[in-house]
Structures are given as C-alpha cells and as structure tokens.
C-alpha cells in the first residue's frame, strides 16, 4: 500500500535512447510533480500536473516530456538521453487547496544513469 | 518568490547528544515551512511541517523545530541523536504558486 511509487528504481542507459518513468499515487491528491536531484543533491522542480492539467514547467530541455493520463499517475518521458540527464528523479503529490501550501508526499526516486 | 538557506553542509554529533540543524527562509508572504529527511539511496520523507499554527511544531522521531519570524529562522532539533538519525535534511519553504524551494540539504552524521 505504497502512498507514491516510482517505476522502474534504476535505469541504466547509453546516449540517445528514449526512456520512460512511471509513477503513481494512491492518495487521492489532486496534483502531481517531477523533481531532480543532481549528485550534490540539490532538488528543483521540473513539472506540476494538477487535474492533468500542466501547471509548472520549469526551465527544462523540450526532451522531457510529462504525460498525466489520469489524476493518479503521471509519467515523465525523456527523449534522445544526454550525460547530463544521470540523476535522481522524484515523484510527488499532494492535494492542493487555498494557498497551494499543502505537504507533498515523495515516491522513492528512479536512479538514472546514462553512459 | 522564497528560498530557504541552510547554514551548515555538515553536522557530525556522537550519539546521545543534541543535534541542531539551522535553517533561515525568505518569503514575502507567510510561509508554510517543512523539513524533509532522506536517509541513503532513499526517498524524502517528511519529518514536520509549520502552517502557521504553533511556532513550535513536532515532527516525527523525536525531532521538533520553531518558526522565529523576528530571525527568519526555522531550525530543527533533537535532543538526543540516535545512529539512526544519520542521513541528509531538507529545510524546504512553499509558495502559494505550489513550488517548494528546498535547501542545499545538511548531512548529519552520528559517531558512536
């Protein structure tokens, strides 16, 4: 019974391949993120989908691509893969109401690597 | 626009002693301020938060922090560090346009 979960954990990968992230929340939530966090492990925002809707979008390279099917799950596609990209990546969610201050909850990380 | 400053990089205390990680925010409204803990290869999970209730707020495991708004500051304690308390701590603010600012983070070591 997993609040936020990620697949896959790790993904190795060369230079140039299209790679998917898949997560899911089971809370209920309303609105969704992506985060990444380089290896001095600073965490910024990438992507906010609430209701489906995009509500952030950072300053991120057109090769990541989010896609929010439904309330529940929103997936991060990430196209022609650079060096640059290893990271780890974080999932989250939370209900949004007045002030957006709500506490979002955290998916346990896909731990990216591209060689 | 906010962000938050974690003043040490580094806390290396022995087990039983107190542990103190400091934090300061900047807002321009009142801000709803969160630590998060990620212990090694895992996610981040929240210890406590602050909404403008209590200034003193307790969290989980024994950690406590309060909201000075005099000094900006929002600092986290423990009275008595366990070994389990070894991991990496995120002083985090958020904004009303739902983005939370994290801190560089404090790596806080525990010697036996």
């Known amino acids: 019974d997993t609040a936020v979960s990620q697949t896959p954990k790790y993904l190795v990968t060369q230079m140039g391949n299209d790679k998917s992230i898949k997560c899911e929340q089971n809370?209920?939530?309303?609105?969704m993120y992506w985060y990444k966090q380089d290896s001095k492990k600073f965490l910024k925002i990438m992507f906010s989908y609430n209701n489906k809707e995009l509500i952030i979008n950072e300053t991120v390279p057109n090769r990541f691509s989010p896609k929010s099917p439904d309330k529940a799950h929103l997936n991060l596609h990430i196209n022609s893969l650079e060096l640059g990209d290893s990271a780890v990546y974080f999932c989250?969610?939370?209900?949004?109401?007045?002030?957006?201050?709500?506490?979002?909850?955290f998916g346990p990380g896909t731990r990216l690597l591209v060689l | 626009a906010q962000s938050v400053t974690q003043l040490d990089s580094h806390v290396s205390v022995s087990e039983g002693t107190p542990v103190l990680l400091r934090c300061n925010y900047s807002s321009s409204y009142s801000p709803s301020l969160f630590w998060y803990v990620q212990h090694p290869n895992k996610g981040l999970q929240l210890l406590l938060k602050y909404t403008s209730a209590a200034t003193l707020v307790k969290g989980i495991n024994g950690f406590e922090a309060e909201f000075k708004k005099s000094e900006t500051s929002f600092h986290l304690t423990k009275p008595s560090a366990h070994m389990s308390d070894a991991a990496e701590y995120f002083c985090v603010v958020s904004g009303v346009d739902y983005k939370l600012s994290f801190g560089a983070g404090t790596t806080v070591t525990v010697r036996a």
């Open positions: 809370l209920g939530h309303d609105t």
């Open positions: 989250a969610s939370s209900q949004v109401g007045t002030g957006g201050r709500e506490t979002q909850y």
